[in-house]
């Protein structure tokens, strides 16, 4: 099962606006371009949110509108920029926001991470319920055996001093479910705009690079990166393993303010 992930992609109502002087449509239309020359057979696109950067309806169009270039479903959850009623109330848009894809032997759970006007994440009851009740029904049904869970927000602390804080608040009520449960093999996020790749008890965590700007890793205070953006695909294997990839876009410089204290 093909997976393709895109993340962060932060576009605006007005396609002309630039974020720390990078246009977020531009590069996510570099990035998109990587994708079609790329992936030939995709079974999901996966949006892990940060969609818009203003919430407009505008922005989350054309981003579905891209989407469908692609010839495979897509399925979105919001960051700390989006509006969860705004994407779910999308039209004809409304079934990219759910909780379960089922994929062969895989179930992705979605996770609604964001907290209405703050930076931050949470789960709410509803989500951390949610996400028990899908685990355990995975364990009790043996059609689907490997799960992989999806937020935005990272649910352990970014390698920057200046991101402690922004990840998810109850973190540790999230991995205390994650490492009740056998079946999930991997937990896939963006938020922190860079690429993470690591095991914590039997599961990996994947953190994806943004389709715009990058955050630099290890320093102290907010500094962008120079690394271009991109996306990751993943292959989920009917055995739990898991092949993947960050791609970057190539061949082209993008110019970011290296002056910005914070975005
Ligand atoms: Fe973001």
Redesign the pocket.
């Known amino acids: 099962m093909r997976v393709v992930q895109i993340?962060?992609t932060?576009l605006f109502g007005d396609a002309r606006v630039a974020l720390l002087k990078l246009n977020t449509q531009d590069s996510f239309e570099k990035v998109m371009d990587l994708v079609i020359r790329n992936e030939t057979s995709i079974d999901v696109v996966l949006g892990t949110?940060?969609i818009a950067q203003d919430a407009s309806p505008e922005a989350y169009l054309r981003f579905a509108q891209a989407m469908q270039s692609l010839k495979a479903p897509f399925y979105w959850i919001p960051?700390?920029?989006d509006r969860r009623q705004v994407m779910e109330s999308l039209s004809p848009w409304e079934h990219a926001f759910t909780n379960l894809v089922t994929l062969g032997k895989w179930q992705i759970i979605m996770l609604d991470s964001s907290v209405m006007g703050e930076v931050y994440g949470c789960l709410n009851d509803r989500e951390l319920q949610g996400l028990e009740k899908s685990l355990q029904a995975v364990q009790q049904h043996s059609e689907v055996e490997h799960v992989l869970v999806c937020l935005?927000h990272n649910p352990v602390e970014g390698s920057a001093a200046w991101m402690a804080g922004i990840g998810l608040h109850n973190n540790e009520e999230f991995l205390a479910v994650i490492d009740r449960f056998t079946c999930v093999r991997a937990v896939l996020y963006?938020?922190l705009?860079q690429e993470l790749d690591f095991q914590r008890k039997g599961v990996r965590y994947l953190c994806t690079p943004?389709t715009c700007i990058q955050f630099k890793p290890e320093v102290q205070d907010f500094m962008l990166d120079d690394v271009n953006p991109a996306y990751r695909w993943l292959n989920l294997l009917p055995d739990g393993r898991i092949e993947s990839e960050v791609v970057r876009v190539t061949g082209y410089v993008f110019e970011v303010d290296h002056t910005s204290t914070r975005?």
């Open positions: 993340t962060d932060h949110g940060d960051g700390n920029h935005h963006g938020h705009h943004s975005y």
